[in-house]
């Protein structure tokens, strides 16, 4: 690990007030959309100051020597494998809304951490203007949703002839996997000649190209190994609201939609069926509506979390005994339909009871923007889910 004696200082210019910014380097939440994986801190003089880089495997810790608002953060820090502690100074200047932000070195500093630094400084910049990273801004989508990775304990009920690969449990339309034929139940293996052994690797193959590249994708479906080409499509981006009602009413007509179509599923249907499983590990179709029911209620959770800046993600929606208390709570399927509406109009209440302030946060917005994107097709997988189940109670 090389490491530099001399004082190094960066900066940045970012077209946001200072407050702004300020706010994004002493929150936890929204520290980690731009600089780090994962953070802990309490922005007071003595509090601690934890960041950690999971693709790295890199962390710093330490404690806030100084804290001015909006105008200095000081900090005294132990690197991962530093044999000494250092210190940055962060200061910030503000002239006619755009805040340049220098970051200043004392002590020794390794190449890696000042690499780190620069990129995330790019990423300050992108996400309090954008809402995004810098590399997702130019890197394409792939756009499929995980269904679990493949190994030697799953492969056999894949019907795989191989023990490693990431199973797609949907596609988005328009994007690169959906256009080039690639759909719900494939196992991805092989992407631009890299090997695929599980869904993290995607991400390293996207970033060495750009929209618009023609790369081979190799997958199994049904045991048969396929090769496709595939051009790959720009990262989709939702604008940004005007305001919370804004942010609601990008949501709603989807989340309309979803409840027609759940309901068409339980047309005719009696509460015999709705409550048959066909094997103890298989759940009924109710169960399967009151899982959506907790996956809503943690999503209001984490929409809540976001907007004090300490990010709640614990995502419980499988639990067997959360599964139980809602279909005690709801004992039939026309009770647990209306109470996934209530729960998604609830939700919309919440967006649009939330603070203007909040909106500033671009990449937070972003964030549940992206998820609300996600948890459609997260849905719609059950609903298939249902369908199985009705078949099994029918047949």
């Not at 007071?44 to 962390?59: D, H, I, L, S």
């Not at 000081?74 to 502690?85: G, L, N, T, V, Y």
Request: charged fraction near 25%; glycine fraction near 6%; aromatic fraction near 8%.
């Amino acid at each position: 690990m090389s490491v530099k004696a001399q004082e190094v200082v960066l900066s940045q210019k970012v077209q946001a007030p200072v407050a702004q910014v300020y706010q994004a380097f002493t929150t936890a939440t929204w520290l980690c959309e731009w600089f780090c994986y994962d953070a802990q801190l309490e922005a007071v003089p003595g509090g601690r100051f934890y960041a950690y880089w999971r693709q790295e495997k890199f962390y710093l810790m330490g404690e806030y020597l100084e804290v001015q608002p909006n105008k200095l953060i000081s900090i005294r820090f132990q690197a991962k494998d530093d044999p000494e502690p250092s210190r940055v100074e962060v200061r910030f200047g503000e002239k006619k809304n755009q805040t340049e932000v220098s970051v200043e070195f004392k002590g020794r500093v390794s190449g890696q951490l000042e690499e780190l630094w620069k990129n995330a400084l790019i990423n300050l910049k992108t996400t309090q203007e954008r809402g995004h990273q810098a590399e997702l801004l130019g890197r394409p989508m792939l756009g499929v949703l995980l269904g679990g990775n493949i190994s030697a304990e799953n492969a056999a009920q894949h019907n795989l002839p191989v023990s490693h690969g990431a199973l797609i449990s949907g596609t988005m339309a328009g994007l690169s996997a959906a256009e080039a034929g690639i759909r719900r139940g494939d196992v991805l293996v092989g992407l631009d000649g890299a090997e695929i052994a599980k869904f993290e690797d995607i991400g390293p193959v996207l970033s060495r190209r750009k929209v618009g590249d023609r790369i081979e994708a190799v997958f199994y479906r049904n045991g048969n190994r396929h090769t496709v080409g595939m051009e790959l499509k720009p990262r989709r981006f939702h604008p940004h609201p005007a305001n919370p009602a804004e942010l609601a009413d990008q949501q709603a007509p989807e989340r309309a939609k979803l409840m027609k179509e759940l309901e068409a599923l339980f047309l005719g249907v009696g509460e015999t069926q709705a409550a048959h499983r066909a094997a103890p590990e298989k759940w009924s179709a109710n169960q399967v509506v009151a899982h959506l029911i907790n996956v809503e209620r943690d999503n209001q959770t984490l929409l809540a979390s976001l907007v004090v800046g300490t990010e709640l993600e614990v995502f419980t929606g499988n639990m067997e005994a959360r599964v139980a208390a809602t279909l005690k709570r709801f004992p039939s399927s026309k009770l647990l339909i209306q109470a996934l509406e209530d729960t998604y109009l609830e939700t919309l209440e919440l967006i649009r009871a939330l603070p203007e302030s909040f909106l500033t946060h671009r990449a937070s917005v972003a964030r549940l923007q992206l998820l609300f994107e996600a948890d459609a097709f997260h849905t719609r997988h059950h609903f298939d889910q249902i369908r199985t189940a009705l078949e099994a109670a029918r047949g």
